[in-house]
Every structure is written in C-alpha cells, then in structure tokens.
C-alpha cells in the first residue's frame, strides 16, 4: 500500500515568501553596486597617491579627461583638494541615497508580505487565525480589499505602524519595537533625502530661511549598520508570517 501525504494547509513548504526573495534579490543587486563604487575609490585615491604622484594643488585635468563644457570647464580651475572635497561630499550624497534605495526595497516588501498575509489568514482580522482561509475567497474570485489595513501597517511614524501590526496580527517581531526610533529616523532621512537635497525637510521647506544648509552626514559605517536593521526586520517579519 502507499502512502499518503498528509497535506497541511499552514505549513510552508519552502523557507521564505516570494516578497522576501524579491528583497535578498534587489539588495543584492544594490550591493554589488555599491561595493563597486567603493573598489573605484580605492583605486583612484592609491593611483593618484602612489602612482601619479597627485598634489593638493594640482589641477584635476592632469590625471584625467573631461567632455567639453561647464564639466570641463570647472574641472581645469579648481584644485586636487577641491576635487578631493567634492568627492566626499558625492560619497556622502551616495550614501544617503544607497539608504533610500534600501529604505525604498524594504517599504516595497512590506506592502507586499502584509497584503499577502492578510490575504491568506484572513481570521486574524476577527481574532481567530486560520479560521477563515483566505485562499477559499481567492479561488471564487471574490479578492478582498486589505488597502486600509496595509497602509496603516506601511505609512506613517513607526509607533504608529507597530501599534496597527500588532492590532491585526497579535505580535510583531521584538527587533521592531526595540529599534523604533532608529526606523524613524530612517525614514525621516529617506523623506530629507528625497524631497530637499538631503536637507532636513522642515528647515529647507522654511520660508524664511536663507543660510545656507548643510547636507545631512552619512558615513559608510552608519550606512552599513542601518542597512543591517532594515535586513534584519525583513528577515525576522517573514519568519513570522510566512510561517504561521
């Protein structure tokens, strides 16, 4: 006799959902971009030290070449000092906008996982997980709409956010809770960084503000770990829905 496979309907048979492989494939990508850049700064800073000999007051024009116009132009008047500042001052504005991009990826993975889970256990709405299955509405063709729910789990201050999870699926992973307010500064960043140059936005939105403002600072290590946090909130979220 053979025999049969018990078929659970709770139970995942793979490791993770498709939104979080979407987020290990897109941060990926990012990544190997983003240690490009960094192996091309090394490169050029120990080239022009070791190699060529680069002083501060050289022209950058005699190291490398520049297309015609306003490019080429303020390349030959300034200095190598110059050309050094300014430099920086990209690999700053990079850094702010590789946690945008990351911040942007991590956004994307939630709607979609919430809007998912929601979708599948649609009891934890009433208060009885795996109550009502999901699935049954999806093949009769009736889609629920979870809009509402999705965006107060996705928009907003972070508080804000936890407090609407937990109201929908009973809990959320401790890594949320105790890293709120560095989630919200992220995302206070990532709205800086897109709306007003990397200026902080109340400042640079001021009517009556005329000095000049600094671009927010961000080094590779503060990059790194926040770009840690959002891997880890990811990770811990999907091991939560995906498994129950």
């Known amino acids: 006799m053979s025999s049969r496979v018990q078929f659970d309907r709770w139970n995942a048979k793979d490791d993770n959902s498709v939104p979080y492989s979407i987020y290990n494939s897109q941060t990926g990508e990012l990544r190997r971009l983003y240690v490009s850049m960094l192996d091309a700064k090394s490169y050029v800073y120990h080239s022009l030290k070791v190699d060529r000999n680069a002083q501060w007051n050289d022209k950058p024009g005699k190291f490398f070449s520049y297309p015609t ?85 996705t928009k907003g201050e972070w508080s804000s956010r936890i407090s609407s999870f937990v109201g929908y699926f009973g809990s959320i992973p401790s890594v949320f809770v105790t890293n709120c307010g560095e989630l919200d500064r992220i995302r206070k960043l990532r709205n800086d960084v897109a709306h007003s140059f990397g200026r902080i936005l109340d400042d640079a939105h001021d009517a009556h503000t005329v000095a000049r403002l600094s671009m927010q600072p961000l080094s590779g290590a503060q990059l790194i770990k926040r770009w840690d946090l959002l891997n880890s909130c990811a990770k811990e979220l999907d091991n939560m829905l995906f498994k129950n």
């Open 69 to 153: 116009g306003i490019v080429k132009t303020n390349a030959f008047s300034c200095s190598m000092k110059e050309w050094s500042d300014s430099f920086n001052e990209f690999d700053n504005w990079n850094n702010l906008n590789v946690l945008v991009a990351v911040n942007s990826i991590f956004e994307t993975y939630l709607v979609k996982v919430i809007q998912l889970a929601l979708e599948s256990d649609v009891g934890v709405m009433y208060g009885v997980p795996h109550g009502i299955d999901g699935v049954k509405s999806l093949k009769s063709g009736k889609k629920l709409d979870f809009t509402s729910q999705v965006v107060s789990c």
